[in-house]
């Protein structure tokens, strides 16, 4: 017995660690579809912010990139106005050229502009040269270059063909005074009439720009100003393959840092801008990009806010459900715990009743017996009054008797395993009938049962002593001269409506509303110990206690014309 309790234990304790499992992974649950739909929210509004920033950097990029292009454009514009220039006269003179070029010094873009015209030998005429600078002390330095740079040289031959201007490779000028200028020269031929490269070159307007002032003044940069966004320029001859990087700029320390940004997924091909600009015989690819500073500065607070704002719900509402789930675990632990000392409590009663029952009867049967003994020996020498007391006794004990009977009956019920398995109700009508048989002639009374009885899962014994002690019942407490019991069942019963509700309905005496659940108690009678044929008062008990063990329920209702109407189910 303590080995079939223990296993029972470890039935129960794995039972309740796999519910407290089942339980809990619903709380991670939570917590995990919550992460799930607050990081979805934080990534929705934070590819929305990432495409507004796209949206502001491209136009803002696109800006810059008109700046560039117009500057080009001016660059263009004095060449075409060198050209006019010179064509609407057959001798400029220096003064001519001086005034000429004044208003172009004056924007700051060029450093110096020079006139060096063609000579017939094929090289650079050094007697003629006529130069503007905004610096002095650049005059001797840009004379030595035009006179005896080689590379120059080679560059105006390369324009002479071509008939476009075009830019030098990067060089580094000396100013004086330790000064080093670091640009490009620009070498426009001029020709003696518009567009008419058949003639040949009358000179050369060669021009020196200082590259990173000129694109720090086109882009609008200042090194003490974070611009969150990082630039390069490149030149090229069409072929980007072989292109010359002349600018650079990133934003403060990115200089030193990560400027291709090699760690954002397709980020070039998301964010940065790129543009192609010709200018004479070679072309400028400008690429603007963001900086790191451009997306640590970017306003995520909604998408943030959104992301907080879901994990704290998440939070919160993992805790309620996790408290509203310990909760119910504690009154459950209550519940078993209390239902476990009410089923031990309710065995020891019956184990009692049981014992203290079969105990009884031994003596019971004695003093019964004696009873009977002193009757048939001494029964001519007591008066009448003392064999009245001795039947009186005989009756008492027999009485007692039955009532252990019943205990003990009462006690079995709740002490022995039910027999449940498929069974016709309409099979157990008739036996029970049958049974019955000699009673129902002896008070002339008929049962009638509905034809259609179902097959339910229960105790064959126990619903057949259901069925006779209600039928029993309904012939015992009725007074008419034509005593009838039906039997039935119903799926519309206002109480349990779509359920199978059994009933025994009789033309009975009716039992008071008062009364419809005393006459469940134990040994409860309602009249008189010998009206109605007598009895312990047990009947009804034992089919409640029956219908108990099958999980149903019984209650009454007066019937219509008079009579009883006992309603239950079975749901085992």
């Known amino acids: 017995m303590a080995e079939l309790i223990h296993k029972n234990d470890g039935n129960e304790n794995a039972c309740r660690d796999r519910t407290l499992c089942k339980t809990y992974s619903r709380v991670c649950m939570v917590i995990f579809v919550g992460t799930v739909i607050s990081f979805m929210f934080f990534l929705l509004m934070l590819t929305y912010s990432m495409r507004e920033m796209e949206k502001d950097f491209r136009h803002d990029a696109s800006l810059q990139l008109g700046s560039v292009t117009r500057k080009i454009d001016l660059f263009l514009q004095f060449s075409e106005d060198l050209r006019a220039f010179y064509a609407a006269s057959e001798n400029v003179t220096a003064d001519e050229f001086a005034h000429f070029t004044a208003s172009i010094l004056k924007r700051g873009d060029l450093d110096f502009i020079s006139w060096v015209p063609f000579a017939d030998t094929g090289s650079l005429r050094q007697d003629m040269i006529y130069f503007e600078t905004r610096d002095p002390a650049l005059t001797e330095a840009v004379i030595r270059f035009l006179i005896e740079d080689e590379a120059l040289h080679k560059l105006a031959l390369q324009t002479r063909k071509s008939g476009r201007m075009t830019f030098s490779e990067p060089v580094d000028l000396p100013a004086g005074d330790d000064r080093v200028l670091h640009g490009q020269f620009l070498v426009d031929p001029i020709y003696p009439e518009r567009k008419d490269v058949s003639a040949d070159v009358q000179g050369y307007a060669i021009s020196f720009v200082r590259t990173v002032p000129f694109f720090m003044n086109v882009f609008q940069l200042n090194e003490d100003m974070r611009q969150r966004r990082n630039i ?61 500073s451009y997306f640590t500065a970017a306003n995520n607070a909604s998408a943030l806010m959104a992301l907080i704002l879901g994990l704290s719900l998440t939070a919160v509402t993992a805790f309620l459900f996790y408290r509203q789930i310990s909760l119910n675990i504690h009154i459950q632990d209550v519940v078993d715990e209390r239902t476990k000392a009410l089923r031990e409590s309710n065995q020891a009663l019956d184990d009692f009743v049981y014992i203290v029952s079969h105990d009884l009867k031994e003596p019971l049967r004695g003093i019964y017996n004696y009873a009977v003994f002193l009757q048939e020996d001494y029964g001519d020498k007591l008066e009448q009054d003392g064999i009245d007391k001795l039947e009186t006794l005989q009756k008492l004990s027999k009485r007692m008797e039955a009532l252990i009977d019943t205990l003990l009956q009462y006690s079995r019920l709740g002490r022995t395993e039910l027999a449940i398995k498929p069974t016709d109700l309409k099979r157990v009508l008739e036996e029970v009938i049958e049974m019955m048989g000699p009673q129902l002639e002896a008070v002339d009374a008929d049962v009638t049962v509905q034809d259609d009885m179902p097959t339910v899962i229960c105790d064959y014994a126990r619903v057949s002593e259901i069925f006779r002690n209600l039928i029993t019942n309904g012939l015992k407490y009725n007074d008419r001269d034509q005593k009838h019991v039906e039997v ?7 109480t349990a409506p779509g359920t199978r509700v059994f009933f025994v309905k009789d033309n009975g005496i009716g039992i008071d509303p008062d009364h419809h659940e005393v006459v469940f108690k134990m040994f409860k009678r309602l009249h008189g110990r010998d009206d109605y044929g007598g009895g312990t008062g047990s009947g009804l008990p034992i089919v409640k206690k029956i219908i108990d063990r099958h999980q149903g329920k019984i209650w009454i209702e007066p019937a219509e014309g008079g009579g009883t109407v006992f309603y239950f189910t079975l749901e085992a």
């Open 488 to 494: 039935g069942f119903t799926l519309t019963h206002e």
């Open 232 to 292: 390069h320029v490149f030149m090229h001859d069409g072929d980007v393959t072989g292109q010359q990087k002349i600018f650079d700029h990133y934003d403060g320390e990115e200089a030193g840092g990560f400027p291709d940004f090699d760690y954002i997924p397709n980020y070039k091909h998301t964010f940065s801008v790129e543009q192609t600009i010709p200018i004479g015989s070679r072309s400028l690819s400008v690429v603007i990009e963001p900086s790191l």
